[in-house]
């Protein structure tokens, strides 16, 4: 990330002072994890338009295609999702050791994925499948006790007249934009805040030209009537609850307030037939510990099919990530960053009395030389076989070192405890 981006989140970061303070935010403190979904009409063409595959990610191929709203409207009548199951969703992202799940309620495109009575341009009025995905989502995440968060593109409307961003088929300069946010915006976060029960957060984004004075009253109206309901950091003028870090873009330092990345697993946010560049289960595992080592959350995301189907390649990494935390869980959720940073082979969390050092590249011979601890170590072990299961422990300077095992206990990260003053 350059330095400039950092300076952002630390600048909008710095006016939340009060947000850092507030516990409303302690249950997505803890969870460091979470399921983003990117769903909607643009499953059905899926990166392809007219024969062409058109480039960039699948959401936006109304925007790159420039595909007119009468067009564009006709993919409703194509989709009808009948293998979306919420309870098997649900369950992947608890299998995936994830805690909230965050999906697209509107996106760019304008079309609605729940049941709204402000337009028909909605699932369940201008689809053949004429379900709620949105509730029958919210009933599982209930029943599985998962939070339930909301996207939803408050900025950007391609479909709607007075929304941002299409001008091939509406002139800018007659867009009414107040109006828009005023009649349209403004009553559908109200049904999502409504209709739905408990909603962790609404996600905005791409703020653009939202003002100061319509992001204050989007989060006044989420506060109004769902005071425990978070507000990201993309509803713009930095009255977010906390820093959104740009997408795909994990910090190289601490940022030490609360932000989260979202990011993709392959390229795409939403479905692209095409795209098979899938990040390796390593890979996303070492994000997430970096990302939890710098005090931030991980929102990984997944575009379901226009069956309603999670691609394969994520159906398999989400449950590899889940089997990982399930034995390392300990050494993410609800920790706050440790003290090494700039290590190649090794990250670092921290809670009262535990430092968790988390090796990516386990050395030879087993003796791991940490620098730069200051705590007192008490003793260690490796989390995979208990506190009982103690390694030798000794220090030289600001280095500690422990003997392990002369193989790496996991070939991803294997975490080893030290125990600390509480
Ligand atoms: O334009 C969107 C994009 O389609 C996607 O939803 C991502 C997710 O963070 N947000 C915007 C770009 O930053």
């Given at each position: 990330m350059a330095a400039t981006e950092e300076g952002a989140i630390r600048a909008e970061a710095r006016q939340r002072e009060d947000a850092r303070r507030d516990p409303r935010l302690d249950w997505w403190r803890d969870a460091k994890?979470?399921?983003?979904?990117?769903?909607?009409?643009?499953?059905?063409?899926?990166?392809?338009?007219?024969?062409?595959?058109?480039?960039?990610?699948?959401?936006?191929?109304?925007?790159?295609?420039?595909?007119?709203?009468?067009?564009?409207?006709?993919?409703?009548?194509?989709?009808?999702?009948?293998?979306?199951?919420?309870?098997e969703w649900v369950s992947l992202a608890k299998r995936a050791g994830?805690?909230?799940?965050?999906?697209?309620?509107?996106?760019?495109?304008?079309?609605?994925?729940?049941?709204?009575?402000?337009?028909?341009?909605?699932?369940?009025?201008?689809?053949?499948?004429?379900?709620?995905?949105?509730?029958?989502?919210?009933?599982?995440c209930q029943h599985q006790g998962i939070k339930l968060c909301f996207y939803y593109s408050q900025t950007q409307d391609w479909h709607h007249p007075g929304g941002d961003g299409n001008n091939w088929d509406y002139d800018e300069s007659k867009k009414d934009f107040?109006?828009?946010?005023?009649?349209?915006?403004?009553?559908?976060?109200?049904?999502?805040?409504?209709?739905?029960?408990?909603?962790?957060?609404?996600?905005?984004?791409?703020?653009?030209?939202?003002?100061?004075?319509?992001?204050?009253?989007?989060?006044?109206?989420?506060?109004?009537?769902?005071p425990g309901c978070l507000v990201n950091g993309r509803i713009g003028n930095a009255l977010g609850d906390y820093a959104e870090a740009r997408d795909n873009r994990?910090?190289?330092?601490?940022?030490?307030?609360?932000?989260?990345?979202?990011?993709?697993?392959?390229?795409?946010?939403?479905?692209?037939?095409?795209?098979?560049?899938?990040?390796?289960?390593?890979?996303?595992?070492?994000?997430?510990?970096?990302?939890?080592?710098?005090?931030?959350n991980y929102l990984l995301n997944?575009?379901?099919?226009?069956?309603?189907?999670?691609?394969?390649?994520?159906v398999e990494r989400l449950p590899a990530m889940g089997a990982w935390l399930e034995t390392n869980g300990e050494a993410v959720y609800g920790t706050r960053p440790g003290p090494l940073l700039g290590l190649e082979w090794c990250r670092s969390t921290a809670r009262p009395g535990r430092l968790y050092l988390h090796v990516f590249d386990w050395p030879q011979g087993g003796e791991l030389r940490v620098p730069g601890i200051q705590e007192d170590?008490?003793?260690?072990?490796?989390?995979?076989?208990?506190?009982?299961?103690?390694?030798?422990?000794?220090?030289?300077?600001d280095a500690v070192i422990v003997k392990g095992p002369a193989s790496a206990p996991d070939p991803i990260a294997s975490v080893v405890v030290l125990r600390t003053e509480a």
């Open positions: 994890f979470g399921l983003f979904i990117h769903w909607g009409l643009y499953a059905v063409p899926a990166g392809t338009w007219k024969g062409q595959q058109i480039p960039g990610i699948g959401e936006w191929i109304m925007y790159r295609a420039r595909i007119p709203v009468r067009e564009y409207e006709q993919l409703a009548k194509q989709f009808n999702p009948m293998n979306f199951d919420a309870a994830q805690k909230y799940l965050c999906i697209t309620a509107k996106h760019h495109d304008g079309f609605c994925m729940f049941d709204s009575k402000v337009t028909d341009y909605d699932i369940v009025d201008a689809t053949s499948f004429g379900r709620d995905p949105m509730k029958e989502l919210a009933a599982e107040d109006g828009y946010i005023e009649h349209y915006v403004k009553p559908q976060v109200r049904e999502l805040l409504t209709n739905y029960g408990l909603i962790g957060m609404i996600w905005f984004d791409t703020p653009r030209r939202i003002t100061y004075q319509q992001s204050k009253e989007l989060v006044d109206l989420v506060h109004e009537l769902q994990i910090p190289d330092a601490l940022v030490g307030e609360d932000w989260e990345v979202p990011a993709t697993i392959n390229d795409t946010w939403g479905f692209k037939s095409y795209d098979h560049n899938w990040k390796s289960t390593e890979d996303l595992i070492r994000k997430l510990v970096d990302i939890a080592s710098k005090g931030g997944v575009g379901p099919t226009a069956e309603g189907v999670i691609p394969q390649p994520s170590v008490a003793g260690a072990y490796l989390l995979s076989d208990g506190a009982d299961a103690t390694l030798p422990v000794s220090r030289e300077g």
